[in-house]
């Protein structure tokens, strides 16, 4: 018996687009065995609804569609009860970074809806939002939907699986470490490359390579301030058994420098920026002076409860100091493992690579769905 699946589609930028695409494919590969329907795709202004659940076709040009239709996105009671009203089994693909949608999970879940999504928000915010997501969940045995995030960290890195698989099976997780953040990982591998040779780059200068090559948010100090890291250092926390408040209950270092906090604009923040190059560079030349790099990482020590985000000093052979462009490496330490860490290393960003961990949850999905 074919599985027949309907699916709407939340945030269609990026990660959206390249989501799409991938989908379509999906879809094509496997019409034999299961039938798939997207029936609703919005963003924040507009949306394409199927009132008739018959599938919206998957283009390319899905911005200028939403633009034709001019018609404004469902509230979401009515879009659980458009979903709901199919008749059939239904995903919500949540591809924004949305707090206020990702705080609605519980509602889709209850209602028997399953959610596959990137977004950090629902995982590393408040305590009782986690605990209200996965009371919700069917994952554990529960009655309500499904509901997958391995993109939330790492991309489409199989983060969030293994740390998951190494839990149920188990094992016991004493430590967590690694370079989370593809935007800090380009900066400081550029910043403080093992073996240059030659004047070092201005710590400014990189920040403006990496804007300028689409690496950073639009405003870089969302990237410097630490809190990305400190939210999927958040997650992973929580998945080791420890209890976090939030991502703001540890010590996170910022890179902002204190007088550009409060900059006006992105621009006024660049501007600026030069001016404390010295003391950054203080820090990567005490380093280098040891045989070491620094690198911007993120750890969790499970037995003392301790987790930070911040600057670290790394020997050059050190495979956190070796890793090149924006990749992330993510090294676990278990009762298993032991001081040999097992370490999930890759493209830990890009619109692709995360597509790829959303639509890796859609099937976990599909699998799941009798």
Known sequence: MTKDIKIAIIGVGGVGKAFLGQLASYIKKNSSTVSISVVYISRSSAAL????????????????????????????????QFLKSSGKESILVDNTSSIDLAS???????????????????????????????????????????????????AGLPVISTIKDLVDTGDEVTKVEGVFSGTMSFLFNEFAPVGASGAPKAFSEVVKIAKDAGYTEP?????????????????????????????TSFPVQSLIPKPLESAATSQEFMDGLPNFDADIGLLADEAKKEGKVIRFVGSIDV????????????????????????????????????????????????????????????????????
């Not at 301030?225 to 939030?246: F, H």
């Open 49 to 80: 609804i199927s009132r008739d659940y018959a599938p919206l076709p998957l283009t390319t040009f899905v911005s200028e569609e939403l633009d034709a239709a001019g018609t404004a996105p469902l509230a979401v009671p009515d879009l659980i």
């Open 104 to 154: 609605t999970y519980p509602e889709f879940l209850k209602a028997g809806i399953h959610i596959a999504t990137p977004n950090k928000k629902g995982f590393s915010s408040e305590e009782s939002l986690w605990t209200a997501i996965f009371s919700a969940a069917g994952n554990n045995g529960g009655s309500g939907g499904y509901v997958f995030h391995e993109a939330t960290v790492g």
């Open 219 to 247: 405003d870089p100090r969302d990237d410097l301030n630490g809190l990305d890291v400190a939210r999927k250092l958040t997650i992973l926390a929580r998945l080791s058994g420890l209890e976090i408040a939030s991502p």
């Open 303 to 370: 037995p003392s409860k301790a987790v930070k985000v911040g600057l670290e000093k790394f020997d050059i052979s050190h495979p956190i100091a070796g890793l090149k462009g924006s990749d992330n490496i993510i090294a676990f330490y278990t009762k298993r493992y032991g001081d040999r860490a097992l370490i999930v290393q890759g493209a830990g960003a890009g619109a692709e690579v995360t597509a790829m961990g959303v639509l890796s949850d859609v099937i976990k999905i599909v699998a799941r769905i009798k």
